[in-house]
């Protein structure tokens, strides 16, 4: 049985792929070890409010070395979108392709200035080798639109555009060797707001938060009740998380 009160600590869930013969793809990037070594006031005044672990041995440059792997085996990083809690990764991995959708990057230039501070520049300023996805080849998956990334791998793996958090917000879906798929919604879907937690399993939300029900949802897009549906439909076949779902993590992680 859980504890009624766990200890709060950020999760920023990233997946780490290994393939056959294009190297290692990790999806999204948390934060990274520039941002525990000299963070900027932004990173700082997030890290408090959001109870970030200060450890860098959280990072994945830190977490792939840990399991055996050489970072530069990283070839691609599919990020679901900029905010700076999941591109704080890209400097450690200078040489990975990073696929972002086009709406996401082209966006960014045009968030409203109260919001920019969620923007991270220094993320990127080493000039990463994008690659744009856009909407326009999509196929069907379990009713969402869904781009190939990566078409070279069987199946491919897909960018969700799940726009509304950010301009050009994308869940991630990746086909494990069981089958079953593991769905990466990004920041579209939260436990820690019972509004905007897919799985609505009694026990396994906070019901806390600062924000007001109506607004959680628009904040991450407004995309639940799709995923919900997704959930209730296709949960035997596609397991969904969260970026920021502690209990999945944990789940998973194990
Ligand atoms: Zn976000």
Redesign the pocket.
């Known amino acids: 049985m859980q504890p009624p009160i766990r200890r709060l600590e950020a999760v920023a869930h990233c997946l780490l792929i290994e393939t056959d013969h294009d190297g290692l793809i990790l999806v999204d990037s948390g934060y990274g070890l520039a941002d525990y070594n000299t963070p900027g006031l932004a990173l700082r005044l997030f890290a408090t409010a959001c109870f970030v672990p200060c450890d860098p041995a959280e990072t994945a440059i830190r977490q792939v070395e840990a399991l055996g792997f050489d970072p530069s085996d990283v070839r691609d990083i599919i990020l679901t979108?900029l905010?700076l809690?999941?591109s704080g990764g890209l400097p450690d991995f200078p040489h990975a392709r990073v696929h972002v959708s086009r709406a996401e990057y082209e966006g960014v230039r045009d968030v409203p200035l109260w919001m920019r501070w969620a923007f991270a520049r220094q993320h990127w300023d080493h000039g990463p080798d994008w690659v744009l996805h856009d909407k326009d080849d999509t196929v069907d998956w379990f009713g969402f639109d869904a781009i190939p990334v990566l078409p070279q791998l069987s199946p491919p793996i897909f960018l969700i555009p799940l726009h509304g958090?950010?301009p050009g917000h994308c869940g991630v879906a990746v086909r494990r060797e069981d089958m079953r798929w593991l769905f990466h919604m990004g920041?579209a879907a939260s436990r820690l707001h019972r509004a905007t937690d897919v799985h609505q399993l009694p026990g396994q939300h906070y019901g806390l938060s600062p924000m007001p029900h109506g607004y959680a949802a628009r904040f991450l897009g407004n995309h639940i009740e799709r995923l919900r549906a997704l959930y209730r439909e296709h949960g035997h076949e596609v397991t969904l998380f969260s970026s920021h779902d502690q209990t999945s993590f944990r789940e998973l992680a194990a």
Do not use: G, R
């Open positions: 979108h905010h809690d999941h958090h950010t920041d």
